[in-house]
């Protein structure tokens, strides 16, 4: 999967995300992808910029890809 669409991926997440969940549904974004982010050497940033969301979120998307190494996706 290339970069432009992990942004659109995590922009569909942002954006189906229930009310008060953007945060988490980031985390899960960065959980359910973060092997692929981290394999190919995958900049947050740009994903972050590609998925049109708040430049701030790069921290929401890291910590999912750091706790991607220790849970699975249950959904």
């Known amino acids: ?15 189906s995300a229930p009310g008060g969940e953007q945060a988490t549904f980031i985390h899960l974004f960065g959980i359910k992808y973060g092997e ?4 190919n050497r995958y900049s947050i940033a740009e994903i ?8 701030s ?6 910590k999912g890809v750091k706790l ?8």
């Open 1 to 15: 999967m290339a970069i432009d669409e992990l942004g659109l991926k995590l922009k569909e997440m942002y954006n």
């Open 36 to 39: 692929l982010i981290l394999n």
């Open 48 to 55: 972050v910029k590609k998925a049109g969301i708040q430049d």
């Open 57 to 62: 979120y790069k921290t929401e998307v890291r």
């Open 68 to 75: 991607s190494k220790y849970v699975t996706v249950k959904i």
